[in-house]
């Protein structure tokens, strides 16, 4: 625990699972334990199991944008996070040039040490069994569909049997790759942050700032306000890999840490953060899924849900919400099927369709990523929206989702987005 960590009990988990239930969820990240609460709440037979105890460390930029703060609500967790969480009113997207827009919306920020304690914690208090912990090791198989999941703990392996296994394990491949539901190996983008605490810049840097600069292309920097007088700081790589003529992906020649120095240097309040702060434990690098794409769905008798699925944002990173808006649609078409009596590839069909009917929400952000290849454009952008009220309203509507437009799937739909004065 670094100086600044807020002090956390330990969840109660049991020592070894149960030898059945209903549904196994593998992993207690947002995804998961939206999953098993909601399953929980309906007195679905829950085990949920995590390869690490709570409270855990993960590596994100801890951004609730106004998704996360929906699918939190819906959980019915949303005045404890908000009670923990560092409240901001806007995004500050800054360009290389310097010119700087703020886009408005209902943002917070909280570690996701915190939030995901909270989360667990409440699908434990739900009723999910929590098992930690344990590591997914291969998923059981009869009929022709899985049936359970063995799992590792303390040397020893465990077979629990389920008549659903949810896959909710984040961007590591190792379980998708287990149950054959990996269709791309390799992540889609890289990030890496750190926490500082300066008292200094407290005050200074209210909004969820994102920056662009040539310097970090194809990626950018951000800095968030943390509670408890902290920042989360770090850069993105989006892609961090390319496709090569026979259709393998390989790594970009870039160094995060290189990019993290280059972000300091082309970006002053960076640059005074860092050289007036204390570093909070050390800079840490995760890997990242996008775009709901780089597995399949679902399979018989399994679901895949959260970053396992792609539910990151291409462009920012941002996921949190989403994934817990897809470990939701899980819960829901699982309880829908078993009060309904359907059919397993009835069930199947139906979550698949709810994770569908997001990406055009999806494909806004992946058509946005040419920000991060061309960083000229975020000053384009800042001085578009700067000239139109009616522009700046779009955008505030597009991180809000209430504004999804038809035709973003086209790069005439975002010019229009960012250039038409209706």
Known sequence: ????????????????????????????????????????????????????????????????????QAALRRLGVFDEVMASAQ???????????????????ALAVLPRRELDHILCR????????????????????????????????????HEVQAQWVVLATGASP???????????????GMALRGYVKNDAMAGRIKALEVVW??????GYGWIFPAPDGRF?????????????ADGRYEMRNLNLREVFAAFTECYAPARELMQGGQLQGELKGAPLRFSLEGAHWSRPGLLVTGE???STYAFTGEGIGKAMETGLHAAEALLAGRSQGQSDADIRAAYEARLAALRPRFAIYERANRVNKHPWIADLVVWSARRSPQRLKRMEGVLAETHI??????????????????
């Open 1 to 68: 625990m670094t100086p600044l960590q807020k002090p956390l009990a330990p969840i109660p988990a049991l020592s070894q699972p149960p030898a059945r239930c209903d549904v196994l969820v593998v992993g207690a990240g947002p995804a998961g334990s939206a999953t098993a609460m909601t399953l929980a709440r309906a007195g679905v037979d829950v085990v949920l199991v995590d390869q690490h105890d709570f409270p855990r460390e993960k590596v994100c930029g801890d951004g609730l944008i106004p998704d996360a």
């Open 87 to 105: 409240r901001a009113s806007h995004v500050a997207c800054i360009g290389p040039r310097g010119g700087r827009l703020e886009v408005a919306g």
């Open 122 to 157: 409440a699908a434990v208090a739900a009723g999910a069994k929590l098992v930690t912990p344990a590591r997914f090791d291969a998923a059981l198989e009869a009929d022709g569909r899985v049936a359970g999941a063995r799992l590792q703990m303390g040397g020893a392996s």
């Open 174 to 188: 190792q379980a998708l790759q287990a149950t054959g539901m990996c269709t791309r190996r390799t992540p889609s």
């Open 213 to 218: 600069h040539p310097k970090m292309k194809p």
């Open 232 to 244: 989360n700081i770090g850069v993105g790589i989006a892609p961090s890999h390319v496709r090569t």
């Open 308 to 310: 396992a699925a792609g």
């Open 405 to 422: 437009p038809s035709d973003v799937a086209s790069l005439g739909g975002v010019l229009r987005l960012l250039f038409d004065r209706r």
